[in-house]
């Protein structure tokens, strides 16, 4: 994104704080004027003292005292103003960051990783908030710190004021070299963090893994290569920052020597008062220390305008839904689910992930969908959930093509317990309360009896507060799918979308998950991709998968008498619970 559309795209949140910027515009000129009043303090001070007007003392002493007054007052307004409009710009990036994530296709997630995606709302979120507060306004500042101190040196002595002009090229000339540089350099900088972010958010996550398989060195080996190279691109950052301050400092010195040289010149003349040449020291250094800044400012600011560059690339995103949805809706009526001829493929793939899917579902029937992994179960769940639009074919749900609903209406219509479940930090009652925004606290209560999490809930502590952990860490595998199914069961919506429910869970807790699920079942139209062949028997139909085509249809009798696919699945997968069955009876 060019400079000036980054620009331009970070007035729309600037402009909203313009009563601050205006304080502050303010405030910057109080201080600028602030500044050139110490100079010619200085100089009267000085020249009372050499003629010998002291009882000019008290009103030098009160003067003093009352604007000293002034500049802490302003110091105080300037930074506090400075920050709030940081925070206030950092506010509402923030806040439009986290909505386009929450906007954001499927798709888009699954290319980009989230601890990435996580440090375009942090880190760079912060150096743009920085950049358009203290960075900024230093950048506004310091011209106009120079001109006017420019303006009063040629009062005070015109010839020694056009020495001071050598500076000023060459102080923009240095900025707009190492500025490019720096941005360059920070974009790169930015896009490693990201990708160490999501590299920390892997490992942080996977503890019980790296741990059993002892990937501890590869992990740190791995840490170590994406660390030197940020420690690489730091290191060039503070190259380019160095010799940008280093320049200027050689040159701003230079002639800011050269002017002390030829000012003490006139003073040893008598064309030039003592009290003049200190103001004009003073000067020079309001003159010669904001040229010296500006090439390091413009270079932080140029970095912030990268880091800018990256959150516009996720608010331009493509999204699925134009505004956020309401909360708890869910559809009441239904009569039927159709897949007609529905072909899938993911667009990194020539191959269909779906090909020619077909089936049929009525209100209360019971669907479930076997067959061995890759075959497409998972993705038919995510077709009917409008997470990604299919290649052919048509979806229907009471006889309308869902490419004319909106995504929420769609999605109102299904409840969701996938094999691995997700909770959200907070307490056992915030995430049941998922399914219902305004659910009482008896309807909280009886979607956790329906699903067998009353008891387990009522014996902790704090019952229903309790905090769940990160992604339920503090709970075990059938607790959180207990409270998975309570939020289910509290949506209460007409299709239920059963994803492994109870695959990784020991033989008690799936005893307990099991039961949780048939109440919840109840009265609804089910989709249920199974792990255990065995409980999915009483299924109304069921759909044997193969390469994303459906082979096999029918009830469990019929398919068992036919002798093919299914049967193979049953038999085989029957087989090996009666062997370990065996196993542990010999044991």
Not at 449 to 457: G, K, L, Q, T, V
Not at 492 to 519: F, G, H, I, Y
Request: glycine share 8%; charged share 20%.
């Amino acid at each position: 994104m060019s400079q000036s559309k980054t620009m331009n795209r970070l007035f729309f949140y600037m402009k909203r704080q313009r009563l601050l910027y205006t304080g502050l515009t303010f405030t910057m000129l109080l201080g600028v004027a602030l500044d050139l009043w110490i100079a010619w303090f200085l100089s009267s001070v000085t020249n009372a003292a050499s003629a010998g007007e002291m009882e000019r003392w008290p009103f030098f002493i009160g003067l003093g005292t009352v604007v000293l007054l002034f500049i802490g007052l302003n110091s105080y307004l300037d930074h506090y103003w400075k920050t709030k409009v940081s925070v206030n710009i950092r506010k509402d990036m923030r806040n439009d960051t986290m909505e386009q994530l929450l906007k954001v296709s499927v798709p888009y997630r699954d290319d980009n990783h989230s601890g990435e995606l996580l440090s375009r709302i942090t880190t760079d979120n912060q150096a743009v908030g920085d950049g358009c507060g203290h960075t900024l306004m230093s950048l506004i500042k310091n011209p106009i710190l120079i001109m006017a101190s420019f303006v009063y040196l040629l009062l005070i002595h015109w010839q020694l004021a056009l020495i001071c002009l050598a500076i000023g090229p060459l102080t923009v000339l240095i900025g707009g070299i190492f500025g490019k540089l720096m941005r360059s350099n920070t974009g790169k900088l930015q896009e490693t963090l990201g990708h160490m972010s999501a590299f920390l958010q892997d490992v942080l996550g996977g503890v019980a893994v790296y741990k059993t398989f002892g990937l501890e060195r590869k992990l740190l080996r791995k840490f170590s290569r994406h660390n030197a190279t940020i420690v690489q691109l730091e290191t060039n950052g503070g190259k380019v920052e160095g010799a940008a301050t280093s320049v200027s400092e050689v040159f701003g010195n230079l002639t800011f020597l050269i002017a002390i040289l030829v000012a003490a010149f006139w003073v040893a003349k008598g064309s030039l008062e003592v009290g003049a040449m200190l103001a004009f020291i003073q000067l020079m250094n309001y003159l010669v220390g904001p040229f010296m800044q500006l090439p390091g400012q413009w270079a932080s600011f140029q970095g912030s305008l990268g880091r800018a560059d990256r959150i516009f690339s996720l608010l331009d995103a493509p999204t699925e839904v134009e505004n956020l949805p309401e909360e708890g809706y869910a559809n009441k009526v239904f009569s039927s689910l159709t897949m007609s001829d529905v072909i899938f493929q993911y667009s990194s793939s020539s191959i269909p992930v779906l090909d020619s899917v077909c089936f049929h579902a009525t209100g209360g029937e019971v669907v479930a969908v076997v067959g061995a992994s890759g075959g497409g179960k998972s993705t038919l769940f995510k077709l009917l959930l409008g997470f990604y639009p299919i290649t052919t074919g048509k979806i229907s749900i009471d006889g309308i093509n869902i490419a004319e609903m909106s995504l929420h209406e769609l999605r109102g219509y299904f409840a969701y317990v996938p094999q691995e479940n997700h909770l959200f930090t907070g307490t056992i009652r915030d995430n049941i309360a998922d399914g219902k925004a305004d659910a009482s606290e008896d309807e909280i209560i009886n979607a956790a009896r329906s699903a067998n999490a009353y008891d387990f809930i009522m014996g902790m502590e704090e019952g229903l507060d309790t905090q769940v952990g990160e992604r339920g860490t503090r709970l075990s595998g059938g607790q959180k799918q207990r409270i998975s199914i309570a939020r289910a069961i509290l949506r209460n919506a007409p299709v239920l979308l059963l994803d492994e429910a109870t695959a990784a869970l020991d033989n008690e807790s799936e005893r307990l998950v099991q039961d949780a699920l048939l109440k919840l079942m109840a009265g609804r139209t089910t989709l249920v991709i199974a792990h255990r062949l065995s409980t999915i028997t009483h299924a109304d139909r069921i759909l044997v998968m193969e390469n994303g085509r459906i082979v096999e249809s029918g009830h469990h009798t019929e398919l068992m008498r036919q002798r093919e696919r299914y049967y193979q699945l049953y038999t085989t997968q029957l087989q090996k619970e009666v062997n370990h069955q065996e196993m542990l009876e010999q044991d």
